[in-house]
């Protein structure tokens, strides 16, 4: 059983960072795709980006954005320390939401952020709200 704990959320003005961290206990994920996801008031929960057990995100090798965070957002992972990043720049309003982190054993449908079936373990959740 895998546990997920995000931290690193806040208040944040618009064009501000924040970096995001989720931490795994309980198993080792190092071999598990994992995700951000987020939800806003009222809105679905949506993917926000996903991350290969062995990604290169510096070279962007298994990693994938969804369209409205893409040169924003940098999905990471430390797989010696069991935690996943969420490097958030150039922040907006719209970027309010609750964020999520998820781990799947399997990688199938990895890049499309639209499946979170797959996801089968999940956080707590980090509030993060960026003001104008």
């Known amino acids: 059983q895998v546990q997920l704990v995000e931290s690193g959320g806040g208040s944040v003005q618009a064009g501000g960072s924040l970096t995001l961290s989720c931490a795994a206990s309980?198993?080792?994920?190092?071999?598990?795709?994992m995700a951000w996801f987020r939800q806003a008031p009222g809105k679905e929960r949506d993917g926000v980006a996903s991350i290969t057990p062995r990604a290169d995100p510096a070279a962007g090798i298994g990693t994938a954005y969804d369209d409205s965070v893409k040169g924003r957002f940098t999905i990471s992972r430390d797989n010696a320390k069991s935690t996943l990043y969420l490097q958030m720049n150039s922040l907006k309003p719209e970027d309010t939401a609750i964020y999520y982190c998820a781990a799947s054993p399997s990688c199938l449908s990895w890049s499309d952020l639209r499946v979170s079936s797959p996801y089968k373990y999940w956080g707590q959740g980090t509030q993060v709200t960026v003001s104008s």
């Open positions: 309980g198993a080792t994920t190092a071999n598990y795709c």
